[in-house]
């Protein structure tokens, strides 16, 4: 495994050694012990999986403390556009994000730690999504921000993606208290 830091501390990409040959390919998709000496020590307590149309946007989602989750993001079919907005209002990097390109051919996995707000892009129809957490789901504690924030000033290169109602509704950059 191979851990690729970003410009935003906390958040690392994951590529994992991949073993091809004539019948197809294998590779470790998760080792407790390489990620918790090489990335973090975490404890995954629950896996989720969603499938998106094309031009489906999902989030930008997160859960406060003490609620706050770890995630790590890898797609099985398909390919999105990763994001991750820093929310940690003591953070140098407050307020900025970072994307990454996952897909079935990169076999890119993303770690993103407690104190970000997390949304993807489907960029094919059928795309499958898989990732860990570090906390059960609490509806109690979760909070979006808007997509299309313009001081966020995330490039989607989509004008009019497939949102959810609740993502519709979603808090501006602007409004937002952080709880981190």
């Known amino acids: 495994m191979k851990v690729v830091e970003t410009t935003i501390g906390g958040l690392v990409i994951i590529e994992p050694k991949i073993h091809e040959d004539e019948r197809g390919y ?17 404890n995954f307590v629950q896996d989720n999986q969603s499938c998106s149309f094309k031009n489906t946007l999902r989030g930008l989602h997160f859960q406060n403390p ?21 929310i940690r209002k003591s953070s140098p990097t407050y307020g900025k994000h970072f994307s990454v390109l996952l897909s079935k051919e990169n076999n890119k996995m993303f770690y993103i730690p407690p104190g970000f707000a997390h949304g993807f892009l489907a960029l094919e129809d059928d795309t499958i999504m898989s ?7 609490n509806k109690e504690s979760e909070g979006s921000l808007f997509w299309d924030d313009k001081d966020l000033n995330i490039d ?8 959810s109602e609740k993502d519709d509704k979603a808090e501006s950059f602007k409004s937002f208290i952080s709880l981190f």
């Open 26 to 42: 294998f590779f470790e998709s998760w080792n407790n012990r390489k990620f918790n000496e090489l990335v973090a020590n975490v």
């Open 66 to 86: 003490p609620y706050a989750q770890g995630k790590l993001v890898r797609v099985i079919s398909g390919s999105i556009l990763d994001v991750a907005v820093d």
């Open 131 to 137: 990732y860990k957490c570090t906390v059960d789901y």
């Open 156 to 163: 989607w290169s989509i004008t009019n993606p497939l949102i």
